[in-house]
Nanobody, 121 residues
Framework: EVQLVESGGGLVQAGGSLRLSCAASGFNVDDYAIGWFRQAPGKEREEVGCISTSDGSTDYAASVKGRFTISSDNAKNTVYLQMNSLKREDTAVYYC??????????????WGQGTQVTVSS
């Protein structure tokens, strides 16, 4: 059974840091690019960034570039999202998925259940 399980969310003050994990089972993370997405209340799900775990290349949304870093540990079959200098507008449910954009991720259908990140002022 294919599963993606996010963890590491929580409540943090603005300017703080969190590291999210996305543990995969049922497939190897280096078989797919793995994306991080987020959805804030009342807003559409948006792409945060993506990693091609086969070569480590990454791409980020402009809103998080320079603050967020995606990495992977293929031996642990896990992808990480390091979030620094957090802002209130980063508050959202964060998801990982196979695929770098919502169209591809939706087609593949491998999504985690999400983890809540709340940034307080």
């Amino acid at each position: 059974e294919v599963q993606l399980v996010e963890s590491g969310g929580g409540l943090v003050q603005a300017g703080g840091s969190l590291r999210l994990s996305c543990a995969a089972s049922g497939f190897n993370v280096d078989d797919y690019a793995i994306g991080w997405f987020r959805q804030a209340p009342g807003k559409e799900r948006e792409e945060v960034g993506c990693i091609s775990t086969s070569d480590g290349s990454t791409d980020y949304a402009a809103s998080v570039k320079g603050r967020f870093t995606i990495s992977s540990d293929n031996a642990k079959n896990t992808v990480y999202l390091q979030m620094n200098s957090l802002k209130r507008e980063d508050t959202a449910v964060y998801y990982c998925a196979a695929g770098c954009n919502t169209a591809v991720a939706g087609m593949l259908g491998y999504w985690g259940q999400g983890t809540q990140v709340t940034v307080s002022s």
